[in-house]
């Protein structure tokens, strides 16, 4: 079991450029979290999916952010137009049904971490 | 609004002595309490968890924590500190029936030999 797969570990982007962060669940899992990590700062939660479906998108910003995760491959995380205050480290966490309801445990991947120049 | 309070973002402690990590949070009904351990430039890890039952809960690595109802706490201990426990520290609370998890800030912790 490879665990939770993010995908680049490192990015560099030139404001106004676009940034793709993926993110591949653990085997089993169809619940999806993607957390963002400033410097310094803890992690803030962003926005929870299932297959085909975004459950909570409370904490994504209101323009230039989308998410996915289609019914087949990765989760997508995709920040338009980027600025120098979009640089952190963005964490995907996946969880068997019932995502974290339940106490069911949040398994994280390594992270992506975005540089804008 | 559930949140999380971690009392210190920077701690710091001799080799062998004792590690307390302060975590208080605030909810009208008992949450799932979870300490994560982060290392440098690496996702989160599990330390351990507090669902129902028994309050005090070990973990992994020698840690332990103790869910304290009456203060709203759950504090992270180890008796004795080993470099190798030099990593940041985020207490993390679901509200049953909630779907997603909130964290703390984060502890930073600083092992001195």
Redesign the interface.
Known sequence: NAG?MQNPRHLVRRRGQEARLRCSPMKGHSHV?W?RQLPE?????MV?LQKENI??ESGMPKERFSAEFPKEGPSILRIQQVVRGDSAAY?C?SSPQQ???G?N???????S?LTVL | AQSVTQLGSHVSVSEGALVLLRCNYSSSVPP?L?W?VQYP??????LL?Y?TGATLVKGINGFEAEFKKSETSFHLTKPSAHMSDAAEY?CAV?I???????????TRLTINP
Not at chain 2, 41 to 46: I, K, S
Request: no cysteine; charged share 10%.
């Open positions: 939770v979290y957390y700062e803890g992690l803030k939660f929870y459950i909570d964490f966490a995502g974290a309801a106490a445990v949040l398994t994280f991947g390594a992270g971490r | 799932y979870f994560y430039n690496q996702g989160l890890q599990l968890k669902t985020f679901v049953q029936g909630a779907q997603k998890l909130v964290f703390g800030q984060g």
